[in-house]
């Protein structure tokens, strides 16, 4: 049985209660999730051949550091870094190191901010110079099932139908939905209920109701769907070594649609970038 609660009520922790937010609590998911899609933006001229993913990671908390925002994946849980790099076949939570990027590269950043308590979670894909059409094609299928995953919030329906609208555009461009990982629950919580899977049916899952805030975060392979985690414990890479893509928003539930936490200000967030 499904659970709400008005956040300002519930524990510190996830209980798999769903929290309802109200208006003070969207205008602190806008000010960290603003200041994330900035940092976004302002990392993309650094996504170049030859340097090395550890300078983006010291950017990012450098940035949090100037603008009084801690990264939430530093120390989270025994992670040691403040963002996730995620190149060509690794799927998600890729580990910042000294390696070089490379020309044809293509890297998902995933950057998520706490400031005044409130959790601003996005990433987005940049090519690292000029990039296979294959690899365009995949971060355009990729978008596109972010954005009809966002399109189809709204209160009444079921988490379900983030799930479906994703599923049906992914495979229907021939590509595949990652299982293994999902979007979730954010606002005072960096990870919090629900769950929203990238798959699945419309009449599937919890109903979406207004104050209700989460990540749609779809995970996309040009070939099959299966990851394996690497031994570090937190790399998760394509079994097939195919390229894999991530986009992701913090949206909230509003009362006739949803409100998108995460846009970018320079409008960066979507594929297209020049190489």
């Not at 929290?19 to 603003?34: I, K, N, V």
């Not at 001229?45 to 983006?56: E, H, I, K, N, R």
């Not at 603008?67 to 890729?94: D, E, F, M, Q, W």
């Not at 606002?187 to 009449?203: E, K, S, T, V």
Request: net charge negative; proline share 5%.
């Amino acid at each position: 049985m499904v659970t709400y609660i008005e956040a300002s009520s519930a524990p510190m922790k996830n209980t798999g209660v769903i929290r309802l937010y109200g208006s003070d609590a969207f205008e602190g998911m806008r000010r960290a999730s603003q200041l994330t899609a900035r940092a976004l933006d302002e990392i993309y001229p650094l996504v170049q051949p030859g340097v090395a993913t550890d300078v983006l990671d010291r950017f990012v908390f450098e940035f949090g550091m100037d603008h009084g925002a801690l990264p939430a994946t530093l120390n989270y849980r025994g992670y040691t870094k403040s963002c996730c790099t995620s190149i060509n076949h690794v799927v998600c939570h890729g580990i910042p190191n000294d390696k070089p990027l490379r020309e044809g590269d293509i890297v998902n950043i995933d950057i998520t901010y706490i400031l005044d308590g409130w959790h601003g979670d996005s990433s987005r894909m940049y090519p690292v110079g000029q990039i296979k059409r294959a690899a365009e094609r995949l971060l355009e299928v990729t978008h596109e099932c972010l954005m009809r995953g966002v399109a189809a919030v709204k209160p009444g329906v079921r988490t379900g139908a983030i799930g479906e609208a994703i599923q049906k555009y992914a495979e229907a461009e021939r590509c595949s939905v990652v299982r293994d990982f999902c979007g979730h629950g954010l606002g005072r919580l960096f990870h919090d209920a629900p769950n929203i899977l990238h798959y699945g049916n419309a009449n599937e899952g919890p109903e979406l109701k207004e104050g209700m805030i989460f990540t749609i975060e779809p995970m996309i392979n040009l070939g099959r769907p299966h990851v394996k985690v690497l031994s570090d414990g937190w790399t998760a890479v394509t079994r097939d070594r195919s390229l894999s893509a991530q986009y992701e928003h913090a949206v909230g539930v509003t009362a006739d649609g949803c409100e998108i936490f995460t846009l970018s200000p320079g409008g960066l967030d979507r594929p297209g970038l020049p190489g």
